[in-house]
């Protein structure tokens, strides 16, 4: 005969006799020890009544003897800060009902999720009651909300080349080789020609919480395109542009233009100094002491031999720029200067200054170098050229694979230059905010004064003006305020980008300095990456 019987109804283990008159079990020990081999081993045991069992007492409890009871397994729900992700923790059962679908069912809506909820992890995570002990407890997310996924800004898709694309795609010969010399037949647009097509914004896609909450996308900024000199839109679609003139395609930001071109073989004495409202192409060189003016591309095909080389757009030199050794003080006999990028074989005694990039293949000789973005000395993602002496005037990142020379050449490198143009702003707007603050003083101090004046007319009238300078003025001091939060966010932005990166050497000589910090190096370190961190040039060790 069992000791122990089950009551359906309430769940719950009694002792059949009570011990003292059975006399068996004779300890609490030796029950729990039988109870924990019976069938009801999962059950939640009642100490207190058991160890009452065997009390001193000289006084018998009448029965029921409830010894354990039967626990339902119990589901809560957890949901982050976020409100995107919902944890489920499961207590499993002691004897009692296991959780089954309808219980999380039950539990993620006392909880109040109502989406994201995964099917397969749920099935997984009741699934593993039957793998855990009684009693025990485990979670697991349940339920994902989703983010919103923000739309695209409006794309531009060139649909033709350009005279830069052209030069940079030397032509095969019939023998497989490549002829640096031959770059191709002019590119060159007629009317109707598809330039540029506009890709319109996207909406994005609206997230959920599991609360069922929307996240709303943030769509994709809409952008025109730019109809330019010898382009229009197409009258059939308003996203295509077509060229509406022959001449030479040229890039610009947000859109294409067609320029008129001039070409010429070599630009010399014969020729004169050449000032073009269009791109120029010159098919060998640039002689000594002749200048170039464009409003479009300028793109040389072999040398540039100290001349002046000045484009609105683009500057193209396939072979390189070349100047005179020049005396400390003295001007660069060759000069190249662009709003676009710059993109040349070699340079050597030049002064090279992009408004965007200047790409310079193989090596820059004593040169003066500036950018208002990157330079970068070398081809490909790791550049593996040569700046040896001169000084980077200013740029925001620098790549090479040499820098300096083993002869100790001094070189010197600025970058970030307009940290202290930035720094310059924000003292003013603080000397401003400064004053703003001082006159809102003093009218809370011409307030209190007219509070004294005994003309109740007078008086209102005087606070009015009072009201409408004061509200004058913070008017001015949001402007500061978010004045002064755009350049800061600028500044920390600019000190973030800033960097020199050298992919085989940097030789002694060479003089650093980014934004109003510098550091001088007087041995070699291999591969390298210099840049600021808490305002000091601080420098890692490529592998």
């Avoid at 200067?337 to 200054?353: E, V």
Wanted: net charge positive; proline share 4%.
């Amino acid at each position: 005969m069992s000791l122990f019987s089950l009551d359906k109804k309430t769940k719950q283990v009694q002792l059949v006799q009570h011990p003292s008159d059975s006399g068996y079990p004779a300890s609490a020990e030796q029950l729990i020890e039988l109870f924990e081999s019976s069938e009801f081993a999962e059950f939640e045991i009642n100490l207190a009544t058991i160890r009452s069992l065997f009390s001193n007492s000289n006084t018998i409890k009448p029965p029921p003897y409830i010894i354990a009871t039967a626990v339902d397994a119990t589901i809560t729900i957890k949901v982050d800060d976020t409100n995107m992700t919902a944890e489920a923790t499961l207590t499993v059962s002691k004897g009692g009902n296991i959780a089954d679908a309808q219980t999380m069912k039950q539990a993620l809506e006392s909880a109040g999720v109502k989406s994201g909820a995964s099917n397969k992890a749920i099935e997984n995570f009741l699934g593993r009651q039957f793998e855990t002990q009684a009693g025990e407890i485990y979670s697991c997310i349940v339920a994902h909300g989703k983010r919103a996924k923000n739309g695209t800004d409006t794309r531009y898709i060139r649909l033709c080349a350009t005279a830069q694309d052209r030069v940079l795609s030397p032509q095969k010969k019939e023998d497989g080789k490549v002829d640096m010399r031959d770059l191709g037949a002019l590119i060159t647009v007629n009317p109707g020609t598809p330039l540029m097509q506009r890709v319109p914004p996207s909406n994005g896609e609206d997230g959920y919480t599991v609360f069922g909450d929307v996240i709303s996308a943030v769509p994709g900024k809409d952008f025109p395109i730019q109809v330019m000199d010898g382009t229009t839109l197409d009258p059939k679609n308003a996203n295509i542009l077509i060229a509406d003139a022959v001449g030479v395609p040229v890039a610009v930001p947000r859109g294409m233009r067609v320029d008129d071109v001039v070409c010429y073989s070599n630009v010399d004495v014969t020729t004169g100094h050449i000032e073009f409202d269009g791109s120029v192409i010159v098919s060998e060189d640039v002689k000594d002491g002749m200048k170039i003016k464009a409003s479009g591309d300028i793109t040389v095909l072999g040398f540039v031999e100290s001349a002046d080389i000045c484009s609105e757009s683009a500057i193209t030199i396939i072979n390189g720029v070349i100047g005179r050794k020049r005396e400390e003080g003295r001007d660069f006999t060759c000069s190249v200067q662009a709003n676009g990028t710059i993109s040349i074989g070699y340079a050597q005694y030049s002064k090279l200054s992009s408004e965007q990039d200047l790409m310079i293949d193989k090596q820059a000789l004593h040169c003066e170098l500036s950018a208002r973005r990157l330079i970068r000395v070398g081809t490909g993602d790791k550049p593996r050229g040569k700046i040896i002496g001169g000084q980077v005037i200013n740029a925001l990142r620098v790549e090479t694979g040499e820098l300096g020379a083993p002869s100790g050449t001094k070189t010197k490198i600025y970058l970030a230059q307009y940290w202290h143009e930035l720094r310059e702003k924000l003292n003013q707007l603080a000397t401003l905010e400064k004053t703003l603050n001082s006159k809102l003083k003093s009218f809370k101090q011409a307030r209190k004064k007219a509070e004294n004046i005994p003309s109740a007319e007078q008086k209102k009238v005087y606070q009015t003006k009072i009201k409408a300078s004061e509200d004058m003025l913070l008017t001015k001091l949001k402007r500061v305020y978010k004045n002064r939060d755009l350049l800061q966010k600028k500044l920390n932005m600019l000190l973030h980008a800033s960097r020199l990166t050298i992919n085989e050497l940097m030789h002694p000589g060479v003089e650093l300095h980014i934004a109003k910090d510098n550091k001088q190096f007087t041995r070699i370190y291999p591969p390298n990456l210099l840049k600021i961190t808490e305002g000091k040039i601080t420098q890692t060790f490529k592998p």
